[in-house]
């Protein structure tokens, strides 16, 4: 079955740095879509970076020049590099793919910026 699985997430202050990963498996990772969503308390998860099977990417607005997404096919892994943090990068990053139409996401790790 497909499993998602994220680590990466902590505590930082603001203008600080964290590298999330998600390791990936039961799918042929290096056709799937690899996407990075986060929600925030009280808001509703949104789309923050994703990578496409041939590597061309987008981001959010948002996070565009600060975030950086990537993807090792060799070791199914998608990573997203994240600078010049700010407290409202706050949230719990989750991980995300398709398959046959159907989404797939990690548990979630929790990303905390403080001021």
């Known amino acids: 079955q497909v499993q998602l699985v994220e680590s990466g997430g902590g505590l930082v202050q603001a203008g600080g740095s964290l590298k999330l990963s998600c390791a990936a498996s039961?799918?042929?990772?290096?056709?799937?879509?690899m996407g990075w969503y986060r929600q925030a308390p009280g808001k509703q998860r949104e789309l923050v970076a994703r990578?496409?099977?041939?590597?061309?990417?987008n981001y959010a607005d948002s996070v565009k020049g600060r975030f950086t997404i990537s993807r090792d096919n060799a070791k199914n892994t998608v990573y997203l590099q994240m600078t010049s943090l700010k407290p409202e990068d706050t949230g719990v990053y989750y991980c995300?793919?398709?398959?046959?139409?159907?989404?797939?996401w990690g548990q979630g790790t929790q990303v905390t910026v403080s001021s």
């Open positions: 039961g799918i042929i990772f290096r056709l799937n879509t």
């Open positions: 990578i496409f099977s041939g590597g061309d990417t």
């Open positions: 995300n793919t398709k398959v046959t139409g159907r989404n797939y």
